[in-house]
């Protein structure tokens, strides 16, 4: 079953608007943890934003921040400002705990996202 | 922040050969690391978890014969492709967990691999 889904394979946004990756996610594992991370055309995984499954608040790393709905099993990526530089892949990844994930980081399909200028 | 590094980054074998990929913790102890592999415009998909000083648990569907990984340390697990074939062309990423109160996961570089 898929644990981790996105929906948008592509995403066009203009240079410094702000633009939205969808992520939505399935567990059953009251801890877990969701990720994003950016994979250029270089192929290195970068990591951009950790949620806990008991995080209060929304994170946010600089012009990053993650839209956690829990109820709603989401975890969308908000970009603020897009750059040129922002262009690439997007994975959405969740790590479970050891009861039914043994700390295993699973990844989305991934959302490719066009900046243009 | 924390660094992996996979060594080579490329590698260009003939079929049957074996191909042996390193990954290492540069700056911190990995009691765990992981192996991915990539297909072009796919996600990561795990391969197995590599533990140290144990038996990789391996993904099901993966061949533990064939993808042979071995964590002699706690900064070098290796994975070894056997008798590669050309469908085991691929990217292969590594992924090495800190643990502790951070307990995050880096990945290294990543190794294109090209099975002639």
């Known amino acids: 079953a898929q644990k981790i889904t996105q929906t948008q394979p592509g995403m066009f946004v203009q240079e410094k608007e702000a633009v939205t990756l969808d992520c939505t996610y399935d567990t059953s594992d009251p801890s877990y943890g969701l990720f994003w991370y950016k994979q250029p055309s270089s192929g290195e995984m970068i990591f951009l934003i950790y949620q806990g499954s008991y995080d209060q608040q929304n994170a946010t790393e600089g012009r990053y921040s993650l839209n956690f709905q829990k109820a709603r099993k989401s975890a969308n990526l908000v970009i603020s400002a897009s750059q040129l530089g922002d262009s690439a892949m997007y994975f959405c990844a969740m790590r479970e705990g050891r009861r039914t994930g043994g700390f295993k980081t699973i990844f989305g399909a991934g959302t490719r996202l066009f900046v243009k200028a | 922040g924390a660094v992996v590094s996979q060594h080579p980054s490329r590698v260009i074998c003939k079929s049957g050969t074996s191909v042996k990929i390193e990954c290492r913790s540069l700056d911190f102890q990995a009691t765990t690391m992981f192996w991915y592999r990539q297909f072009p415009k796919q996600s990561l998909m795990l391969m197995a978890t590599?533990?140290?000083?144990?038996?990789?648990?391996?993904e099901q569907g993966v061949e533990k014969d064939k993808f042979l990984i071995n964590h002699a340390s706690l900064t070098l697990s290796t994975l070894t492709v056997t008798s590669a074939h050309p469908e085991d062309s691929s990217f292969y990423i590594c992924s090495a967990r800190t643990g502790g109160n951070t307990d995050t996961q880096y990945f290294g570089p990543g190794t294109r691999l090209t099975v002639l």
């Open positions: 590599s533990n140290e000083g144990s038996k990789a648990t391996y």
